[in-house]
């Protein structure tokens, strides 16, 4: 089988990710990022999820952004917002993120000898994030067949990003189709140790609007009781 590095969160997204690069035929090697996130029960998610959906291995590595800080998901000393999404770039954007966890799955890759890594950024439904956009995209996969001993001999990569131009209700109803039990997934910026969701925060609200717009139950475990 081919194989392909998958990007992990333990999200709603990167589950649908992983059932997406499965249903291709990829042998899937699932990579989470201990980033020092204050939601650290989504890395237990996506141990599960991994397990669920069935991957070739699942590493979880570490690289503790905390230390820089600038980020309400990585410092605490900056609050979660729980009012609604607003215009610009959210407090919850983490700096270089999404830059620094394909550079780790490219560098996987590489070792595997996979020439396939999906990661499920999405930009109908986004947060503001500029390293979710098609763009961002495009420009990674460019570095990635300039930067590698892979690529110069050949073995040309391709960033995979299934999920970038569908709404969350479209990704909901897909992972469904899937077999994706999104009970499994946490998604909240703010979740608790046993991965309950504050249901107030702006990933939960994304979350719960595509659930809603998609016409399916909300499987979601809330702090305040299952399914909001």
Not at 100 to 118: C, P
Request: net charge negative; proline share 3%; aromatic share 8%.
């Amino acid at each position: 089988m081919t194989k392909a590095v998958v990007l992990l969160s333990g999200g709603l997204d990167s589950a649908t990710t992983l059932a997406i690069a499965r249903s291709r035929g990829y042998e899937c090697y699932a990579l989470s990022v201990d980033y020092g996130q204050r939601h650290e029960s989504e890395l237990a998610a996506a141990a599960t999820t991994a397990r669920f959906l069935g991957t070739r291995e699942h590493k979880t590595m570490k690289v503790d952004l905390g230390e820089i800080g600038g980020s309400a998901l990585t410092d605490e000393f900056i609050a979660v917002p729980t009012e609604g999404t607003k215009a610009g770039i959210p407090v919850t954007y983490v700096p270089a993120r999404n830059t620094i966890m394909l550079s780790l799955a490219l560098a996987w890759a590489e070792v595997i000898k996979s020439r396939d890594i999906f990661i499920g950024v999405n930009v109908v439904d986004y947060s503001g994030y500029p390293d979710c956009r098609p763009e961002y995209i495009a420009a990674f996969e460019k570095m990635a067949n300039l930067a590698t001993k892979a690529a110069i001999e050949g073995a040309r990569l391709s960033i995979h990003a299934p999920l970038i131009n569908l709404s969350k209700a479209e990704i909901i109803l897909l992972g469904i189709s899937l077999g994706v039990d999104y009970s499994l997934t946490v998604s909240c910026y703010q979740a608790d140790d046993t991965g309950l969701a504050c249901g107030v925060c702006d990933s939960c609200r994304l979350r719960q609007a595509g659930f809603e717009s998609a016409n399916v139950p909300d499987v979601t475990r809330y702090q305040f009781g299952s399914g909001g």
